[in-house]
């Protein structure tokens, strides 16, 4: 069965400072990979999304995410952080077959003044 | 486009109740999935359907039930609601199981 870690359930940044959210998976086979983000009350949104070819992935709001076979990672990035980042982020991973899409469980962003 | 629909927004109800969870999605797409997300925690797959008329279990399948009549809707139903069923149920939808899927506003429910 696929496994998703993200380490560090709260991660606290200043605003303007480096955001590195971080998502490893056990998987025999590259999979589909995604980061989702979720703002208070409201359902996941789509940050960005691996499926094939180039390993860095940009994504929307200034966000991306490296592929990194060898270390099972897909960790999510942001150059600059901005208070309407604070929210929760979900690292997803998608089998090559079947349909059930595997969530971590999640990291809670809070970016300070 | 309004999406995935989910209603009600907010729901409490009393240990043995039942009652439905209403999901409808108008983006045409064949796969519908129901989740349900703990406090602090990601979210767990329930049912999923991949068409009208046909259903699966996910990871925590006990104590609820689904049927897909039609493209659009897809209720989850709670017959005996315990304590453990309190939690935010999210629907998902998607064209097709690789592509990223569409989530509802959410559905927070207490048992009590």
């Known amino acids: 069965a696929q496994s998703v870690t993200q380490l560090g359930s709260h991660v606290s940044v200043s605003e303007g400072a480096l955001v590195l959210l971080r998502c490893n998976y056990s998987?025999?086979?590259?999979?589909?990979l995604f980061w989702y983000v979720q703002y208070p009350n409201q359902g996941l949104q789509l940050l960005l999304k691996?499926?094939?070819?180039?390993?860095l992935v940009k994504g929307i709001n200034g966000f991306e995410a490296e592929f990194k076979k060898s270390e099972t990672s897909f960790h999510l990035t942001k150059p600059s952080a901005h208070m309407s980042d604070a929210a929760g982020y979900f690292c997803?991973?998608?089998?090559?077959?079947?349909?059930?899409?595997?969530f971590g469980g999640g990291t809670r962003l809070m970016v300070k003044p | 486009n309004a999406g995935v629909t989910q209603t009600p927004k907010f729901r409490i109800l009393k240990i043995g109740q039942s009652m439905t969870l209403q999901c409808t999605q108008d983006?045409?797409?064949?796969?519908m999935y129901w989740y349900r997300q703990d406090p602090g925690m990601g979210l767990k797959l329930i049912y999923y359907?991949?068409?009208?008329?046909?259903?699966d279990k996910g990871e925590v399948p006990n104590g609820y039930n689904v049927s897909r009549s039609t493209t659009e809707d897809f209720p989850l139903r709670l017959e005996l609601a315990a304590p453990s069923q309190t939690s935010v149920y999210f629907c998902?939808?998607?064209?097709?199981?690789?592509?990223?899927?569409?989530f509802g506003d959410g559905t927070r429910l207490s048992i009590l």
């Open positions: 997803a991973v998608l089998p090559d077959a079947g349909n059930m899409l595997t």
């Open positions: 998987s025999s086979v590259p999979p589909y």
């Open positions: 691996y499926t094939t070819g180039a390993t």
């Open positions: 983006m045409n797409h064949n796969y």
């Open positions: 359907s991949v068409g009208a008329g046909i259903t």
């Open positions: 998902a939808s998607n064209s097709d199981g690789f592509q990223p899927q569409h």
